[in-house]
Structure formats: C-alpha cells, structure tokens
C-alpha cells in the first residue's frame, strides 16, 4: 500500500525563519511528487517534481526530490505570517492510477508575527 | 476561467440519512475525482470519474458512490450515513492532458452527521 510521512507534524515559527519541511514516501511505480498548501478549505497546487535533484522555486519556496531516498523537502525562507498554512505532499503513482494522488497527514505551519 | 465549484459548502444531516455532493470541474476538465479529510487520516481518495466512467476507487464502503455526467459535474453519494463520516469532502478536476495528476481542488463541503 502506497504511503506519504510527512514531519513534522506541527511548526510552530517566528516572521522571518527559515522553515524546512520534510515528506518520505513509498509507493508503487513513482510518478510525481507534489506539494499544495491549505489555508482553509481548498489545497493550492505548489510545485510538481518529478526528476531527482532539480530544484523546484518560486519565489520563497523551493522544493527538491530525492529519488534514490524517497523523500522530498519544502523549504519557506523568510517566513511571512500569510504562509501560516497546512502543507501537503502528496505521490502519484503509475499512469493506471490515473489523477489518483496518494497524501501525507500535512504540516500546520504557524508562523507568528 | 471559473475555478472548482462545489455545493452545498455545509450540511448537517442525521445518522442513517443519505447525502448527495455536486462538483462542476474547471471548464475543459474530463477527469474528478473525490477526496475525504479528516483529522486523523489527512485526504483519502475515494474514487475519479473521466468521461463518465469510473476510472479508479479508494478504499471505501459501497455506501459512498459517485457518477459523472456528460457535461463532467460530478456527484457523489453517501448513504446510511455514520457518525464516522463527518468530514471535509475535497473535490478536484484535472485536465486530460499530460501531467494529469496535478489536481485542481475546490472548497469542500463540510458534511457533519449527528
């Protein structure tokens, strides 16, 4: 059974910090790793990796994706209270699975003024 | 272009009631598919629906259904609701082409059953 753990759980951080957050994973033929970011309700798409090593950015975030481990990190440098948010990872699998996305349980980042 | 739209955002129902979920896709958008949230179990997929047919399932009891019309609105269905199946219902469209596994999500409705 394909599974997502994603750490920490809980962020607790001031404006300003750098934040690292960290998914492993193990599924079944690999296809994506992907990043959202829920505030309230809607996750937001935030990065697709699917190469090793290439480094995804925009702007404060960036990601990487380690194939040979099975994990992927997402860094938020310079924190803002507007990144206060859950993140998601999530893995999609072979092209049988379709648009069927394998998720971790989220971080809750907070980030305080 | 009009995002996911999903109605009604709440309900409140009763155990052992039924429940029916709409979601209109992102214009263009063939493939839906249905998430639940909860707390303890972060988003779990329940099943996608592209052109009509069901093209995978989660693993969840029969009483959560789902189909697709022609125009790709979903709907899904849940019947003899439990008390476990108070939760975020996530749903989300994605485009036929290549990669379609980035999920475009909509607000969600809240469902709680007393």
């Known amino acids: 059974e394909d599974k997502v753990v994603q750490s920490p759980l809980s962020l607790v951080v001031h404006e300003g910090d750098t934040v690292t957050l960290n998914c492993s994973y193990e599924v079944t033929n690999f296809r994506s790793l992907l990043w959202y970011k829920q505030e309230k309700k809607a996750p937001t798409f935030l990065f697709m990796l699917?190469?090793?090593?290439i480094e995804k950015k925009s702007g404060r975030l960036s990601s990487i994706l380690d194939k040979k481990e099975l994990f992927s990190i997402l860094n938020i440098t310079a924190t803002q209270t507007g990144d206060s948010a859950v993140y998601l990872c999530a893995v999609g699998g072979d092209r049988t699975s379709g648009s069927r996305l394998t998720f971790g349980e989220g971080t809750q980042l907070t980030v305080n003024p | 272009k009009a995002g996911v739209t999903q109605t009604p955002r709440y309900l409140i129902k009763t155990r052992g009631q039924q429940v029916t979920l709409s979601c209109s896709p992102i214009s263009g958008h063939r493939s839906v598919s249905w998430y639940q949230q909860t707390p303890g179990q972060g988003l779990q997929f329940l099943f996608e629906?592209?052109?009509?047919?069901?093209?995978n399932k989660g693993n969840f009891p029969g009483r959560f259904s789902g189909r697709q019309f022609s125009n790709s609105r979903s709907e899904m269905n849940v019947s003899t609701l439990e008390l476990g199946d108070s939760a975020l219902y996530l749903c989300a469209s994605s485009s036929d082409r290549l990669p379609n596994e980035k999920l475009f999500f909509g607000s969600g409705t809240q469902l709680s059953v007393l």
């Open positions: 699917t190469s090793s090593g």
């Open positions: 629906y592209f052109s009509e047919t069901q093209r």
